[in-house]
T-cell receptor
Framework: KQEVTQIPAALSVPEGENLVLNCSFTDSAIYNLQWFRQDPGKGLTSLLLIQSSQREQTSGRLNASLDKSSGRSTLYIAASQPGDSATYLCAVRPEFTKFYFGSGTKLNVKP | KAGVTQTPRYLIKTRGQQVTLSCSPISGHRSVSWYQQTPGQGLQFLFEYFSETQRNKGNFPGRFSGRQFSNSRSEMNVSTLELGDSALYLC???????????FGPGTRLTVT
């Protein structure tokens, strides 16, 4: 069974800092991996989707990388802002089956 | 283009009752997935429907069921509610399985 771990569980940084969030998974046979953010009490917002054949995806200040062989993905946030404060979740999808979610990293960016 | 909508947004039910939640996907999306989110268990997959057929199912008891209509709208039903069913229920739609998932705002269910 696929297990997804996100470290750290919580992170507090000053505004402007670059940061990296980590996601690891136990089974490298994945179809794709998706990063989301969730604001308190709300649904999830898709940030980036990386297909198994890709190494990275970029959107604005966000860059996600994927290393299937080591079972790791990272989400890099450049020049963090208070508006980036949220919980970040990664989800791994094995071949056409359900998504497995990590427990998330709660990010607080201090002004 | 309108996003994923879920109704109702909040619901309070009593143990033993049943509840039906509704999800309208983004226009053109044929895959709808349901998730349960709780502080203790995190996000857990319930089931996925594609073109009115259940394609995948998570590890939940038979009290949890769903269906999808020809217009891709989906409903989720929970019978004989238990206190532990209190959670945020999220619906997500995508063009097809494996594509980017777009989530609705969720339905907050409280069972007393």
């Amino acid at each position: 069974k696929q297990e997804v771990t996100q470290i750290p569980a919580a992170l507090s940084v000053p505004e402007g800092e670059n940061l990296v969030l980590n996601c690891s998974f136990t089974d490298s046979a994945i179809y794709n991996l998706q990063w989301f953010r969730q604001d308190p009490g709300k649904g999830l917002t898709s940030l980036l989707l990386i297909q198994s054949s890709q190494r990275e995806q970029t959107s604005g200040r966000l860059n996600a990388s994927l290393d299937k062989s080591s079972g790791r993905s990272t989400l890099y946030i450049a020049a963090s802002q208070p508006g980036d404060s949220a919980t970040y979740l990664c989800a791994v999808r094995p071949e056409f089956t359900k998504f497995y979610f990590g427990s998330g990293t709660k990010l607080n960016v201090k002004p | 283009k309108a996003g994923v909508t879920q109704t109702p947004r909040y619901l309070i039910k009593t143990r033993g009752q049943q509840v039906t939640l509704s999800c309208s996907p983004i226009s053109g999306h044929r895959s709808v997935s349901w998730y349960q989110q709780t502080p203790g268990q995190g996000l857990q997959f319930l089931f996925e429907y594609f073109s009115e057929t259940q394609r995948n199912k998570g590890n939940f008891p038979g009290r949890f069921s769903g269906r999808q209509f020809s217009n891709s709208r989906s409903e989720m039903n929970v019978s004989t509610l238990e206190l532990g069913d209190s959670a945020l229920y999220l619906c997500a739609s995508s063009l097809d399985s494996g594509d980017v998932q777009y989530f609705g705002p969720g339905t907050r269910l409280t069972v007393t």
